[in-house]
């Protein structure tokens, strides 16, 4: 039976990635109690102890304003913990599957950032994923026979973790008659749930290599874009939360969402103004389109709404 360890359990994707791996073998699932990333040795010990055909890292600093005054902390847990996963898998012969951000590009673009896009991050977060990226890439270029993929993602919500664009919303709306929201940052919204789809699918590629290192399956290396389809502003989001929300009868005191400007509302770090990344790639592997983020943000809210009652 195949093995896999999963980094970063409790976050978004990481609740959601405990259903769908459970399919593919034994998963032993680690979350920020079980393993410091701050602490290398542990990351060693933990990797060694467990023996896994494929380490799955759903783990991050995503404090994005943080960032700018923790730049140490995020680089520790962005670029070196990723370094020394890879490194110990590798080692191992095990596979690595690794998310990361569209905040690894600066934003102006005005058509969907591919894999092969030129990278220009403009925030201590981004550059600090861009360097965890890079790290995982040439370490298992000495393998070619390993599988790796590095999933590049954007705006995430879902039903799990503390706090997402979703659920900020919804507890503003709730308290609020008005709510203004930046309407000049476009990308697309993307539910945890159809994350850990594409990334057990991934995985189960990176799997099959593993075990048949000799066949002539198509290796999983290299970088992904994976997001719901369809553009939407901040603004645009918060409007079709708020659409969808009230139909499924969610506590709402709001009448209006005003569109206001990044520049009226500003923030530690920088946000590329355009993060909408091109599915092509991971659809081909997937052999099926990406849900609509509209859809998929209506699957989410009727989840959560099913949760809370």
């Keep these: 039976m195949k093995h896999i360890l999963l980094i970063g359990k409790m976050g978004q994707v990481g609740q959601e990635l405990q259903k769908t791996l459970v399919s593919l073998g034994k998963v032993t699932a680690m979350g920020h109690e079980e393993l410091d990333l701050t602490q290398p040795e542990q990351i060693r010990m933990a990797i060694g102890q467990n023996q896994p055909d494929l380490v ?25 913990a990723p370094k020394v996963m890879a490194e110990e898998a590798q080692r191992l012969g095990a596979g690595l599957i690794h998310i990361s951000t569209d905040y690894v590009f600066d934003g102006r673009q005005n058509t ?21 990226e890079v790290e995982i890439s040439q370490i298992y270029a000495r393998s070619p026979e390993l599988s790796y993929g590095i999933l590049r993602t954007a705006w995430v919500y879902g039903c799990y973790g503390k706090g997402n664009f979703v659920k900020t919303m919804l507890r503003l709306g709730g308290d609020r008659e008005e709510v203004r929201v930046v309407a000049d940052q476009v990308g697309s919204p993307t539910w945890a749930a159809e994350i850990a789809g594409a990334i057990a699918v991934l995985s189960q590629n990176a799997l099959d290599q593993v075990q048949q290192p000799e066949s002539n399956l198509p290796i999983v290396n290299g970088l992904y874009h994976f997001t719901n389809s369809g553009v939407a502003s901040w603004y645009d989001f918060a409007v079709a939360i708020f659409e969808e929300a009230q139909l499924l009868g969610f506590p709402l005191k709001l009448k209006t969402v005003v569109p206001i400007t990044t520049a009226e509302y500003p923030t530690p770090a920088k946000r590329p103004a355009y993060s909408v990344l091109a599915n092509q790639k991971i659809s081909t592997l997937l052999k099926t389109p990406t849900a609509h983020w509209r859809q998929a943000l209506r699957l989410m809210l009727t989840e959560l709404h099913t949760e809370l009652h």
């Design 56 to 80: 799955v890292n759903a783990a991050a600093y995503t404090a994005v304003d943080k960032a700018e005054s923790e730049p140490e902390l995020a680089w520790t847990i962005n670029a070196e």
């Design 112 to 132: 969907p950032y591919t894999e092969t896009d030129a990278t220009n991050p403009v925030s201590v977060y981004g550059r600090s994923k861009l360097a965890g």
